[in-house]
């Protein structure tokens, strides 16, 4: 796997995508039914990922739900 990949400029913060939290999570939900959707007729389809290779239907849903898991517990949203 590649280490250390680095995104954007280090040390520096990319803008808010998004006005408000209310914002961010309803395009978080429209993009997770379309991911939804896009596999459901596209069941063998493989995408890469730029530090674990092509990943799977299945793949990607685990690694969505780490990635989720991680972000909702790093700011404190998640049921510990």
Known sequence: ????IVIGEPGKLKDLAYSSFEEAKAQFFKQLISFFAHHDKNKTV???HPAFGNLNYKEWLQFHKKHVQHHFEQFGLGNN
């Not at 796997?1 to 250390?4: G, L, R, V």
């Open 1 to 4: 796997f590649a280490k250390n």
């Open 46 to 48: 493989e995408y890469l």
